[in-house]
């Protein structure tokens, strides 16, 4: 074991838990965390967001999930292309992420002077199509002049974006607010008329359109990866069945045109946010998942390994799960 996965694995066996759940979306990671659960004899739950972190090794890196007790993934298009990928695992279980509902409730909206349309992402036209969402709204910008496009995000291509803005005659229109707080995107969402991500590469799901659906808003997203499990055509947005600017400011103009149509669409969607993508419901399918492998005592590699934990231990009873999703970002490094 190389010295991060040594680290990782005594933060592991230093709480003894008879669970670990691994939230790691980077794949060049996931063979480290593997072994430092094997290192200690915890069982390993792995969740999958999606195909796009595959950094470094690549698929070489899904070999070694092979040895985790249980997976799942975010959407059921994420476990068909994982399931695609990966051999001698029999099945993944799908547990769709849930959203913070006392936040976005809690949250009061953008102040502002004018009405705008939303959009949050990284800036990196191979996964976010931006610049796509920059001509479609120049299309329509001259027909909504009290309208105004607001990004949130920030990424390696903000430069070229910003300079797609001013040559198309949006610098007063268009504003990038790079980074924003939690508590900012919550209140972005809120004041928006309706919120808007056009995407090139697969979503694993789109928390994103979730979010902006819990805050009552109807959204444009791209037909892809697990965003039609969660966006409904017609129901509470619109989706993209091509990467055409045309169509895009087609999709925006319809629900500038039908206010009542983008209320409504905005009401189902945070109606379906509040019955089925809730943290609650997410924790319990975690919890039926982790009452599967079920409570152990504390194995004697665990226990051999740190002795001063062994009191300790068997004074604990019940499930003790270790989700270490920030742990293993610390112990393994910063992504490549």
């Not at 291509?157 to 504003?175: C, F, K, M, P, Y």
């Not at 055409?244 to 500038?256: H, K, M, N, Q, V």
């Amino acid at each position: 074991m190389v010295k991060a996965e040594q680290e990782l694995a005594k933060h592991i066996g230093r709480f003894c838990p008879d669970v670990a759940s691994s939230h790691e979306w980077l794949w060049d990671r996931f063979p480290g965390i593997v072994r430092a659960c094997q290192a200690v004899g915890v069982p390993l739950v792995h969740t999958l967001y999606d195909t796009c972190g595959q950094g470094c090794l690549g698929k070489r890196a899904l070999k070694c999930l092979k040895f985790a007790h249980t997976l799942a993934a975010v959407s059921v298009a994420t476990r068909a292309d994982f399931m695609d990928l990966l051999t001698g695992h029999p099945s993944i279980n799908v547990i769709y992420p849930g959203v913070d509902i006392a936040a976005a409730d809690a949250a009061a909206s953008r102040r502002t002077d004018r009405q705008y349309i939303f959009s949050a992402g990284r800036l990196l036209f191979a996964h976010k199509a931006m610049d796509n969402l920059i001509v479609a709204f120049s299309l329509i910008a001259a027909r909504y002049p009290s309208i105004d496009l607001l990004v949130a995000g920030d990424g390696p291509d903000r430069h070229e974006l910003a300079t797609a803005i001013a040559h198309n005659g949006l610098s007063g229109r268009v504003q990038l607010l790079g980074t924003v707080s939690r508590e900012e995107l919550w209140g972005l969402h809120k004041g928006a008329l309706l919120f808007v991500l056009p995407s090139r590469m697969s979503e694993g799901l789109g928390m994103v359109f979730l979010e902006a659906m819990a805050c009552g808003k109807a959204v444009i997203a791209s037909a892809s990866g697990g965003v039609p499990e969660i966006v409904l055509p017609g129901e509470t947005g619109y989706l993209l069945s091509d990467e055409d600017p045309r169509t895009l400011a087609s999709a925006i103009g319809d629900l500038l045109d039908r206010p009542g149509t983008c209320a409504q669409m905005g009401w189902n969607g945070r109606r379906l946010v509040r019955s089925r993508y809730t943290w609650a419901s997410a924790a319990d399918q975690y919890l039926d998942l982790y009452g599967d492998i079920g409570p152990k005592s504390f194995g004697e590699s665990c226990l051999a390994s740190f002795p001063d934990m062994r009191r300790r231990a068997r004074r604990k009873a019940g499930l003790r799960l270790l989700r270490f999703f920030g742990a293993a970002r610390r112990a393994l490094g910063p992504s490549q």
